[in-house]
C-alpha cells in the first residue's frame, strides 16, 4: 500500500516541492540536551538515521561525535553537506536506504539517532526497521529516538507512532532504558513526542 515510500524518488519530490513539514530547521533541543550530559553520552560513534539537511548531525559533530549520517535523499544529503561544510563539521554522509546499508556496519556504532524516520517509512517495514537498527548498533550501544507524532492520525508520512507498538518491535532486540513524555518539545510539537533510549545488551546478536 506504502511501496511509494520505498524509492528515493518519492523523497526527492518532497524535497524539491518544499513539502519537507518535517524538517524545523534546527537540531532538536532534546537531543542537545542529551549531548551537552556528559554522566549519559560520551563521544563515540554515531549513526543519524534519515538526517534530512543534517541539523542533529551537524550537532552531534560539534560535540566531538564521529558522525556517520544517512539519507534516502540526494538532495537532504546535498543540504547537509553543505551545512556541514559551512560549520566545519567532520561528518561521513551516505546517500542510501538504510535497509540496504552494507553488512560492513554491522555492530559498527556506539549510537543511532533516530528522529522522524520511524514516523517516515512505510509501516509495514517497522519492525524490519528494528531489527536493522540492531545490527548496526555495538553490544552495550545504544538507540535513542524521539518518537513522533504521537498522536491518533490517519495516514502519512509522517504516520502515527504507537508507543506500545514501538516498543514490541524493539524490546524483541534491545533493552527500554529510558523512557519520557516529559520533555522540552518545540511548541508546535509539546505532547506529541517521546524520548525513548534502548541499549543493546552485551549477549544480544
Not at 534516502?72 to 542510501?96: C, W, Y
Not at 527500554?176 to 544480544?204: A, D
Amino acid at each position: 500500500m506504502y511501496a511509494s515510500l520505498d524509492y528515493p524518488a518519492f523523497w526527492e519530490e518532497m524535497y524539491n516541492t518544499n513539502r519537507v513539514n518535517w524538517d524545523t530547521k534546527n537540531p532538536h533541543p532534546v537531543f542537545a540536551a542529551l549531548l551537552d550530559n556528559s554522566d549519559f553520552l560520551t563521544p563515540g560513534k554515531m549513526l543519524v538515521t534519515g538526517c534530512g539537511k543534517g541539523f542533529d548531525a551537524v550537532m552531534a559533530a560539534g560535540k566531538g561525535f564521529k558522525v556517520t549520517a544517512i539519507d534516502f535523499s540526494a538532495t537532504a544529503i546535498g543540504f547537509a553537506k553543505q551545512l556541514a561544510e559551512e560549520n566545519k563539521a567532520d561528518i561521513h554522509f551516505l546517500n542510501e536506504d538504510i535497509f540496504l546499508l552494507d553488512q560492513k556496519y554491522n555492530e559498527s556504532f556506539d549510537y543511532i539517532y533516530e528522529y522522524t524516520t520511524y514516523c517516515a517509512i512505510n509501516p509495514e517495514r517497522r519492525n524490519e526497521f528494528a531489527v536493522k537498527i540492531s545490527s548496526l548498533l555495538k553490544k552495550g550501544g545504544r538507540l535513542i529516538s524521539i518518537l513522533f507524532p504521537v498522536d491518533e492520525r490517519e495516514g502519512g508520512p509522517p504516520f502515527s507512532v504507537d508507543v506500545k507498538e514501538f516498543y514490541k518491535n524493539f524490546s524483541e532486540y534491545l533493552q527500554l532504558e529510558f523512557s519520557s513524555r516529559q520533555i522540552n518539545s518545540i511548541k508546535p510539537r509539546k505532547g506529541r513526542e517521546i524520548l525513548q533510549v534502548y541499549y543493546k545488551k552485551k549477549g544480544n546478536t
